[in-house]
């Protein structure tokens, strides 16, 4: 089992930054990789970065590429997502899950757990 809380989210202004993170206990924590997905009131949800186990490799979402980056910690179980440049249009629950392999995915169904979610609202 892998237990994950997200934290960070919040209101800012277009333009502005917010740095996510999410902190994971339970299985050893460089065994698997991790993503950051989202979903917008309406829409399905979709990954915007994923990141293999050892953060050696990253994989970002045509939306938010060059302004987000995925990062991970492994001494410290966390994985982060620092969004730059935000816009209107990135407002959503952001969600970070835990892949079944240490090989990263844009698929949902590659994740077998996930956190809570986090607000994030951008105003324009």
């Known amino acids: 089992q892998v237990q994950l809380v997200e934290s960070g989210g919040g209101l800012v202004q277009a333009g502005g930054s917010l740095r996510l993170s999410c902190a994971a206990s339970g299985r050893p924590f460089s065994m698997y990789a991790m993503g950051w997905f989202r979903q917008a009131p309406g829409k399905e949800r979709i990954a915007v970065a994923t990141?293999?186990?050892?953060?050696?490799?990253?994989d970002y979402s045509d939306s938010v590429k060059g302004r987000f980056t995925i990062s991970r910690d492994n001494a410290k179980n966390t994985v982060y997502l620092q969004m730059n440049g935000l816009k209107p249009e990135d407002t959503a629950v952001y969600y970070c899950a835990a892949s079944r392999s240490g090989l990263k995915s844009t698929r949902e169904y590659d994740y077998a757990y996930w956190g809570q979610g986090t607000q994030v609202t951008v105003s324009s």
């Open positions: 990141i293999n186990w050892s953060g050696g490799s990253m």
